[in-house]
Antibody, heavy 120, light 106 residues
Framework: EVQLVESGGGLVQPGGSLKLSCAAS????????MHWVRQAPGRGLEWVSR??????????SYSASVKGRFVISRDDSKTTVYLQMHSLNVEDTAVYYC???????????WGQGTLVTVSS | SYELTQPSSVSVSPGQTARITCSGH??????ARWFQQRPGQAPVMLIY???EGPSGIPARFSGSSSGTTVTLTISGAQVEDEADYYC?????????FGGGTRLTVL
C-alpha cells in the first residue's frame, strides 16, 4: 500500500524558516517524481514544487510564488522528500501535501498533509 | 502564464448528470487530470490523460476533451459525490490547478 506521511508543520513567525518532510513507502521511490502542493484555508489547490526521479536527473521546478525561497530535495536511501522553506509570510499559511507521480502512468498518490501557520 | 478556468459551483439533483468544465489554452497541447477532494481529505485522482480512468474509480466518472476545454462528467451523480473538483495540467516545468468547482448534489 502506498503511504506518504508528511511532518514538520507548525507555527512559525513571519520571516522564519521551516523544513517539511514526507516519508514514503509501498512503492519504488526512486522511480517516482515527488511534489509539494498546498492549500490555504478555504482556498483551492496550489502546486508548489516538484523533483523528478533519478532517471530524469532529479530536476527541480517551483511555482513563481515560492521560487527563490523554497528548496525541494530528496533522499532516495531514506525514501523521503523535503521542502525547506525560508522567508515565510502569512500567505504561505496552508496545508502542505506531499504527492507522488510517475510519468506516463496513472499513479498519483497524496499524503494527508501537514499544516503550516505563519503568524506573529 | 498558464491558467485553467473552472466554474466555481455546479449543482444537480441525485441521479442527474453533472458536467464540470476546465478551460485553458494549454489544454490544446497537454493532457489534463481531474481530482476530487472531499472536506478534510486529500485529493484523489479521478481521470488522467483527459479521459482515462484509473482502476478503482467508479465508472460514472468520465472525462473528455475538445480543443482548449476538458470536461468531467458524472453520470448519475450521487450524494456522496458532493465535493470539490479540480483540473490539473503540467507543461514542461509548469504545473497548475484550476480554481476548483464545488459540486452540490441535492
Amino acid at each position: 500500500e502506498v503511504q506518504l506521511v508528511e511532518s514538520g508543520g507548525g507555527l512559525v513567525q513571519p520571516g522564519g524558516s521551516l523544513k517539511l518532510s514526507c516519508a514514503a513507502s509501498g512503492f519504488t521511490f526512486s522511480d517516482s517524481a515527488m511534489h509539494w502542493v498546498r492549500q490555504a484555508p478555504g482556498r483551492g489547490l496550489e502546486w508548489v514544487s516538484r523533483i523528478t526521479a533519478k532517471a530524469d536527473n532529479y530536476a527541480t521546478s517551483y511555482s513563481a510564488s515560492v521560487k527563490g525561497r523554497f528548496v525541494i530535495s530528496r533522499d532516495d536511501s531514506k525514501t523521503t522528500v523535503y521542502l525547506q522553506m525560508h522567508s515565510l509570510n502569512v500567505e504561505d499559511t496552508a496545508v502542505y501535501y506531499c504527492r507522488r507521480t510517475v510519468s506516463d502512468y496513472p499513479f498519483d498518490h497524496w499524503g494527508q498533509g501537514t499544516l503550516v501557520t505563519v503568524s506573529s | 502564464s498558464y491558467e485553467l478556468t473552472q466554474p466555481s459551483s455546479v449543482s444537480v439533483s441525485p441521479g442527474q448528470t453533472a458536467r464540470i468544465t476546465c478551460s485553458g489554452h494549454v489544454l490544446a497541447k497537454k493532457y489534463a487530470r481531474w481530482f476530487q477532494q472531499r472536506p478534510g481529505q486529500a485529493p484523489v485522482m479521478l481521470i488522467y490523460k483527459d479521459s482515462e480512468g484509473p482502476s478503482g474509480i467508479p465508472a460514472r466518472f468520465s472525462g473528455s476533451s475538445s480543443g482548449t476545454t476538458v470536461t468531467l462528467t458524472i453520470s448519475g451523480a450521487q450524494v456522496e459525490d458532493e465535493a470539490d473538483y479540480y483540473c490539473y495540467c503540467a507543461a514542461d516545468k509548469n504545473h497548475f490547478f484550476g480554481g476548483g468547482t464545488r459540486l452540490t448534489v441535492l
